[in-house]
T-cell receptor, first 114, second 115 residues
Framework: DGGITQSPKYLFRKEGQNVTLSCEQN?????MYWYRQDPGQGLRLIYY???????QKGDIAEGYSVSREKKESFPLTVTSAQKNPTAFYLC?????????????FGAGTRLSVL | QQQVKQSPQSLIVQKGGIPIINCAYE??????FPWYQQFPGKGPALLIA?????SEKKEGRFTISFNKSAKQFSLHIMDSQPGDSATYFC??????????????FGQGTTLQVKP
């Protein structure tokens, strides 16, 4: 079953804590993306990666960090510097990086602050 | 210049009606315009997409109309059903040498189709 798996589905963060959201894809896609979704604001791009070991900041990268050590995996860390982390986080992939326009999304992780 | 403006924010229609969702953009470097459908608690799923050299594209009950000169495109849902109740997002992608694959999304439209 090909697709994008995000985990966990729900995550709670304590004050001052870093948390990491997992995103794994078995679609053999080169490019991967992280979005944040807030009510009434659409999807905003946090980070994206077009190839392993390379990634770029999106529109709202402050307070977040990523790594791309494997083609299949693109974890997102929400750091303590992100003061308003409560949101629905979506991971997507597309590939090959410039030949295929379609982005496929995971089911999302809902992050809340305790 | 990087924005995609979507309207209306919410829409209620009766079953069988034809909801229309509109999007507008400024940047002529966009070369691909997809629409996504999202159900509550789920990730968005690609519904239909169009390129600017085509004025209309139809897939089943879903139609995109594209007006390149006005920099506007819209989604029409024919014979809408309660199962179409969802949030719909338009998006645009930069083409040419600036192509990174990333999409710019509209703000979303929440559609409710009443039985």
């Amino acid at each position: 079953d090909g697709g994008i798996t995000q985990s966990p589905k729900y995550l709670f963060r304590k004050e001052g804590q870093n948390v990491t959201l997992s995103c794994e894809q078995n679609l053999n896609h080169d490019a991967m993306y992280w979005y944040r979704q807030d009510p009434g604001q659409g999807l905003r791009l946090i980070y994206y990666s077009q190839i392993v070991n390379d990634f770029q900041k999106g529109d709202i990268a402050e307070g977040y960090s990523v790594s791309r050590e494997k083609k299949e995996s693109f974890p997102l860390t929400v750091t303590s510097a992100q003061k308003n982390p409560t949101a629905f986080y979506l991971c997507a992939s597309s590939g090959p990086s410039r030949g295929n326009y379609e982005q496929y999304f995971g089911a999302g992780t809902r992050l809340s602050v305790l | 210049q990087q924005q995609v403006k979507q309207s209306p924010q919410s829409l209620i229609v009766q079953k069988g009606g034809i909801p229309i969702i509109n999007c507008a953009y400024e940047n002529t470097a966009f070369d691909y315009f997809p629409w996504y459908q999202q159900f509550p608690g789920k990730g968005p799923a690609l519904l239909i997409a169009i390129r600017p050299d085509v004025s209309e594209k139809k897939e089943g009950r879903f139609t995109i109309s594209f007006n390149k000169s006005a920099k506007q495109f819209s989604l029409h849902i024919m014979d809408s059903q309660p199962g179409d109740s969802a949030t719909y997002f338009c998006a645009a992608r930069f083409g040419g040498s600036s192509n990174t694959g990333k999409l710019i999304f509209g703000q979303g439209t929440t559609l409710q189709v009443k039985p």
